[in-house]
């Protein structure tokens, strides 16, 4: 009877150690997985805004690019973790943040006080100008902001320039549209009279639209400039993300990725 039960405890603490042995391996295995795959950092955009962010056909395929796409890609970098995009229509871009669908916004957006209040934001990496983009035909027929009383003005939905029209185009018809295509579209069909853009836009969709220019009268503009978005208090990403936009400005690399953007945008309209 002992040597039986000495027989059992020799089993048993072999079990033991192989099952040990199993999970130490499976825990091994799945640390190295770990290691291997890179975290990802989610961008939410919308990607119909050239020359920030646009789709372009490439090699046949569909692929997100722009300047925006270029700095998104360099904080990824920076922090060794795998870009992801979602594209979304500009309006649902904070809410996604907010709700935590995504780490950080980039869609040229101005850290204006209303903003503030729902997530926090980056230094500033880009200054931008507005402009009213209008038919060459109607040239002398708006020389002012005033000149648009009463008539159709389009602008994007939630943006900087859709505030531009209600507070310095009082008497316009302000048209607000999801995205920037559909709102040149209208433009050209007749359907508005102008589009509110940044001026870094308008150049782009006038180059494939050789019957649109941008008005000749300035459109006064505070710009409070582009920054990039994170979920409120996440002051470690901001921080991280400060640094990268700070070593690209000093590089010169910034500049050289907006003018990329913008011959890059010329052809993806």
């Given at each position: 009877?002992?040597?039986?039960?000495?027989?059992?405890?020799?089993?048993?603490?072999?079990?033991?150690v192989l099952?040990?042995?199993?999970?130490?391996?499976?825990e091994s295995q799945q640390q190295s997985g770990s290691e291997t795959k890179k975290e990802q950092l989610v961008l939410a955009?919308?990607?119909?805004?050239?020359?920030?962010?646009?789709?372009?056909?490439?090699?046949?395929?569909?692929?997100?690019?722009?300047?925006?796409?270029?700095?998104a890609q360099e904080i990824a970098d920076q922090l060794g973790k795998e870009l992801v995009i979602k594209d979304m229509d500009f309006g649902n871009v904070l809410t996604e943040l907010q709700n935590g669908?995504?780490?950080?916004?980039?869609?040229?957006?101005?850290?204006?006080?209303?903003?503030?209040?729902?997530?926090?934001f980056s230094d500033v990496y880009f200054k931008a100008e507005i402009c009213c983009i209008i038919r060459k035909e109607d040239s002398a027929k708006y020389?002012?902001?005033?000149?648009?009383?009463?008539?159709?003005?389009?602008?994007?939905?939630?943006?900087?320039?859709?505030?531009v029209v209600k507070e310095q185009m009082t008497g316009a018809k302000l048209v607000s549209l999801a995205k920037m295509?559909?709102?040149?579209?209208?433009?050209t069909a007749g359907k508005v009279d102008a589009v509110v853009s940044e001026t870094a836009v308008a150049a782009g969709y006038i180059a494939s639209n050789p019957d649109l220019?941008?008005?000749?009268?300035?459109?006064?503009?505070?710009?409070?400039?582009?920054?990039?978005?994170?979920?409120?208090?996440?002051?470690?990403?901001?921080?991280?993300?400060?640094?990268?936009?700070?070593k690209l400005k000093e590089s010169g690399k910034m500049g050289e990725q907006i003018n990329k953007a913008n011959e890059e945008a010329v052809d993806a309209k």
């Open positions: 009877m002992n040597n039986l039960k000495k027989w059992a405890a020799l089993v048993l603490a072999g079990v033991t099952a040990a042995a199993g999970c130490a391996k499976q955009t919308s990607a119909d805004y050239a020359p920030f962010e646009f789709h372009k056909m490439v090699n046949g395929k569909d692929t997100i690019m722009g300047f925006d796409i270029s700095l669908n995504a780490d950080m916004a980039i869609a040229a957006l101005s850290a204006n006080e209303e903003r503030k209040k729902q997530v926090d020389p002012s902001l005033e000149s648009f009383n009463g008539v159709s003005v389009a602008a994007q939905t939630g943006s900087v320039q859709e505030t295509p559909e709102e040149i579209m209208q433009l220019m941008i008005a000749s009268f300035k459109v006064p503009y505070d710009s409070e400039g582009s920054s990039v978005a994170v979920q409120k208090g996440n002051t470690e990403l901001a921080k991280q993300i400060n640094e990268v936009i700070a």
